[in-house]
C-alpha cells in the first residue's frame, strides 16, 4: 500500500463534507461553509506518511455523510468535546467525548451521522498501513502485532479508551500550536508521534502481550478485567475504591489483579493510579484552571502539602510555579 493512498480517505471525507480544499496531501484550512455551519476543520501533514486532522466546528444542523473508499489506513481519534457516530457493515460506533478510539480501516462503505448545534472538538492522526506496521516492529524487526492480524480479513476494527491524562496534556500542546503561524512541521509531527507511542502500548501492546509467563497465569477474559480495571482507577480517581472493592466490581478476585496488573501495566495498581492522578493535575495546572488546592482535590489528594510533595518528586519543581507562570 502506497503511503499516498491513504490521502484519499481523508480527500473522501473532505469532499463529502463539502469542504473546499486545495490540494490533495498538503496543510491546509478547510473552513466549514456558512450554510452548513460555523469553525473549521485543519489538516497537517508533515511527511507523507502522516496526517493530522483538528475538527473544531459547530454544525447548524443534524447530518450524515456517506463515505466509500478502497484504501486502507490507521487513524487514532480523540473527541474532546461532542460526538458523532459511525455506522459500518450495520454496526454502529460512537465517538464521545474523553474518549480515545484506534481504528484499522480496509477497503469500507461508512456513514457518518454528525449532530447540529453541538460543538465538535476533535484530533485525528492518521497513517498508511506500511507505516503501522513498521512502528509494531522491534529493533529486531519482529512484531507482535500487524494490521493484517489484528483486522483479520475485516473491513474495519476498533479499540476504544478513556484518554490518559499524558495524552490530555500533549493533546492542548497540540491545540494551541495549530493557532500559531509560526508553528513547525516538526513539533506537530513530533507531538503526534507522541501520541502514537502512547496510545498503541495502552491500545494494542499492553492488550497483545508477547510475555509468555504473562500467556501463561492470564486468560483472555483475565486480561479484559484488569483493563476493566484501569478503566475504573480513571474515572474513579477524586475517590478510588480499594483494591478489594475494585476487584468485585470488574469480577476478578484481588490477588490476580493485584498481581496481573502489575504483569500488564508495570505498576502495582495504587502507584498506578499515583502515576495517573500526577499527570492530570499537570493538565489541570498548565491550562491555569485551577489553583494548587483545587488541583489537589480534582485528583483526589485530601492533603495539599502532601499533594505538593508528591508533584515535586516526580516532576522536579513545585506545581505552584505552574499557577505564577
Not at 480534582?298 to 495539599?304: D, K, L, M, T
Request: charged share 30%; glycine share 4%.
Amino acid at each position: 500500500m502506497m503511503a499516498e493512498d491513504f490521502h484519499q480517505i481523508y480527500n473522501a471525507f473532505f469532499d463529502g463534507f463539502q469542504l473546499s480544499r486545495r490540494y490533495a496531501d498538503r496543510t491546509e484550512q478547510l473552513p466549514v461553509p456558512r450554510h452548513a455551519g460555523e469553525g473549521a476543520l485543519r489538516r497537517f501533514v508533515p511527511r507523507p506518511d502522516l496526517e493530522i486532522v483538528i475538527s473544531d466546528y459547530t454544525l447548524s444542523r443534524n447530518r450524515q455523510l456517506q463515505v466509500r473508499t478502497d484504501s486502507a489506513m490507521v487513524e487514532l481519534s480523540f473527541c474532546l468535546q461532542g460526538k458523532r457516530e459511525l455506522n459500518i457493515s450495520g454496526t454502529r460506533h460512537e465517538f464521545r467525548a474523553n474518549r480515545c478510539t484506534l481504528q484499522l480501516v480496509d477497503r469500507f462503505h461508512a456513514q457518518f451521522d454528525f449532530d447540529g448545534n453541538q460543538p465538535m472538538l476533535a484530533v485525528g492522526i492518521g497513517i498508511p498501513v506500511a507505516t503501522f506496521d513498521r512502528f509494531m516492529e522491534d529493533f529486531e524487526g519482529k512484531r507482535s502485532v500487524d494490521f493484517a492480524k489484528l483486522v483479520n480479513r475485516r473491513s474495519f476494527r476498533l479499540f476504544e479508551q478513556t484518554i490518559e491524562p499524558a495524552a490530555s496534556v500533549i493533546l492542548q500542546q497540540m491545540l494551541d500550536a495549530s493557532y500559531s503561524n509560526e508553528t513547525r512541521k516538526i513539533y506537530m509531527e513530533s507531538k503526534a508521534l507522541e501520541l502514537l507511542s502512547l496510545s498503541f502500548h495502552t491500545l494494542l501492546w499492553d492488550r497483545e502481550p508477547d510475555d509468555k509467563h504473562i500467556r501463561s497465569k492470564l486468560s483472555k477474559n483475565d486480561l479484559e478485567k484488569i483493563r476493566q480495571a484501569r478503566e475504573v482507577l480513571l474515572h474513579r480517581m477524586d475517590s478510588p475504591p480499594s483494591l478489594l472493592e475494585l476487584s468485585r466490581t470488574v469480577g476478578l478476585n484481588d490477588f490476580k489483579l493485584k498481581i496481573g496488573f502489575k504483569e500488564v501495566y508495570g505498576h502495582t495498581v495504587f502507584s498506578y493510579l499515583r502515576e495517573k492522578r500526577l499527570e492530570k493535575a499537570l493538565l489541570l495546572l498548565q491550562k491555569g484552571q485551577v489553583n494548587v488546592n483545587q488541583a489537589a482535590c480534582v485528583v483526589g489528594y485530601s492533603n495539599p502539602s502532601h499533594f505538593a510533595e508528591v508533584f515535586r518528586e516526580k516532576y522536579g519543581f513545585n506545581p505552584g510555579e505552574l499557577v505564577r507562570k
